[in-house]
């Protein structure tokens, strides 16, 4: 079993900036991605940044420029750094890895809530 613990979120003013982190724990033996993804009320779970083991990442283009994506190998973290927040990033962010332990799964955390004031 796999843990993802996410720490954060909270309340910013538009244009501010928060990091989020998630750390994988448990049995593992290999992560192939990591990656964050959010929601809102109403609406379908959207990815927002994912990366590789390998360090290779990808952005939804709503966040292009302003998010930054990492992963620490070592310890299994990923970050999210978000700058340059808007409202319309306010949403539960949710962290996902797929991890490699004889066979591939994904997990997903617990979500944190992230919300941006105008």
């Known amino acids: 079993q796999v843990q993802l613990v996410e720490s954060g979120g909270g309340l910013v003013q538009a244009g501010g900036s928060l990091k989020l982190s998630c750390a994988a724990s448990?049995?593992?033996?290999?992560?192939?991605?990591m990656g964050w993804y959010r929601q809102v009320p109403g609406k379908q779970r959207e990815l927002v940044a994912v990366?590789?083991?390998?360090?290779?990442?990808t952005y939804a283009d709503s966040i292009k420029g302003r998010f930054t994506i990492s992963k620490t190998n070592a310890n299994n973290t990923a970050y999210l750094q978000m700058n340059s927040l808007k409202p319309e990033d306010t949403a539960v962010y949710y962290c996902?890895?797929?991890?490699?332990?004889?066979?591939?799964?994904?997990?997903w955390g617990q979500g944190t809530q992230v919300t941006v004031s105008s």
């Open positions: 448990g049995s593992i033996f290999y992560i192939n991605k």
């Open positions: 996902n890895a797929e991890v490699y332990y004889g066979i591939i799964r994904t997990y």
């Open positions: 990366v590789t083991g390998g360090g290779s990442a």
